[in-house]
């Protein structure tokens, strides 16, 4: 009994490391993220692209109302995993870096550096009494010096940069395929087909264009933007991937 309190007192504490040298709360940020719908990131030889998957839990909702992919700079989108209001307060934090450094340096930020302020920023809340960590993990794609850039953000604090990864529910399975069939020299809409198709991997029964979300960041022109529903449409009917939109239920993870 005393040993079963004792673990609880750890489990409780987030400034307090257990004697194996865990946070417990961290851990626990970490599957509430794999509670969140899978977000996929993938690097090509011409630019980045996010894919999300979007749950409608009913037909009455608006479908712009669920976000997913957001735009950080006009170099850089972000996708999230995870509780959906921590992601829009990290979200809201990245935009005003991003223009602190504008203002600042007159100049606009680089994906690495923007990647460090908010994993900086997450860190301060794994050792901070009286907060929990936040439990969302985002995808921070970009181009850097004419280079495609694509990073992870862990509720630990920890940056990571990646040639493609995913993060949410069935990360395991995606990051399998992802392995399997990615080419480095891929062109951008190859990279677009293959992450409807690494998500369309842990669907039964395919894809909707109004169920997913797709953004692309291209090295020529270096701005961010969002897919069109034909345009996605297009992609999944090339694949044969298409299926009828269907709503889906969370538990308010995305």
């Known amino acids: 009994?005393?040993?079963?309190?004792?673990?609880?007192?750890?489990d409780r504490g987030i400034t307090i490391f257990s004697p194996d040298?865990?946070?417990y709360q961290v851990e626990y940020a970490?599957?509430?993220v794999k509670r969140g719908?899978?977000?996929?990131?993938?690097?090509?030889s011409d630019g980045v692209v996010l894919a999300v998957d979007k749950r409608i839990r009913s037909p009455l909702m608006e479908r712009s109302s669920v976000e997913k992919i957001h735009k950080a700079d006009d170099h850089i989108g972000i996708a999230s995993a995870g509780h959906?209001?921590?992601?829009?307060?990290?979200?809201?934090?990245?935009?005003?870096?991003?223009?602190?450094?504008?203002?600042?340096?007159?100049?606009?930020?680089?994906v690495e550096t923007l990647t460090k302020e908010i994993t900086d920023y997450i860190?301060?809340?794994?050792?901070?009494?009286?907060?929990?960590?936040?439990?969302?993990?985002?995808i921070i794609a970009g181009i850097a010096n004419g280079e495609p850039r694509l990073y992870e953000t862990d509720p630990s604090g920890t940056p990571y940069e990646w040639k493609a990864l995913a993060v949410g529910a069935d990360r395991g399975d995606i990051r399998d395929y992802l392995e399997e069939h990615y080419d480095e020299s891929m062109t951008l809409s190859e990279g677009v087909d293959l992450a409807l198709e690494?998500?369309?991997?842990?669907?039964?029964?395919?894809?909707?264009?109004?169920?997913i979300g797709v953004a692309t960041i291209d090295v020529e022109t270096e701005a961010f933007g969002e897919l069109s529903d034909e345009e996605k449409r297009t992609h999944l009917e090339d694949a044969d991937l298409l299926a009828d939109p269907e709503g889906d239920e969370d538990e308010g993870e995305e």
Not at 37 to 44: D, F, K, L, P, Q
Not at 87 to 106: E, K, P
Not at 198 to 211: F, K, N, P, R
């Open 21 to 23: 040298g865990r946070l």
């Open 198 to 211: 690494a998500l369309a991997s842990v669907t039964e029964d395919g894809l909707s264009a109004e169920g």
């Open 30 to 32: 970490r599957e509430a």
């Open 84 to 110: 959906v209001a921590d992601a829009r307060q990290l979200i809201d934090f990245a935009r005003r870096q991003a223009q602190v450094n504008q203002l600042r340096y007159g100049e606009p930020i680089g």
């Open 1 to 10: 009994m005393q040993g079963q309190n004792q673990q609880q007192a750890y």
């Open 37 to 44: 719908t899978a977000s996929i990131g993938i690097r090509t």
């Open 123 to 138: 860190q301060q809340y794994t050792q901070v009494g009286g907060a929990r960590p936040f439990g969302v993990a985002l």
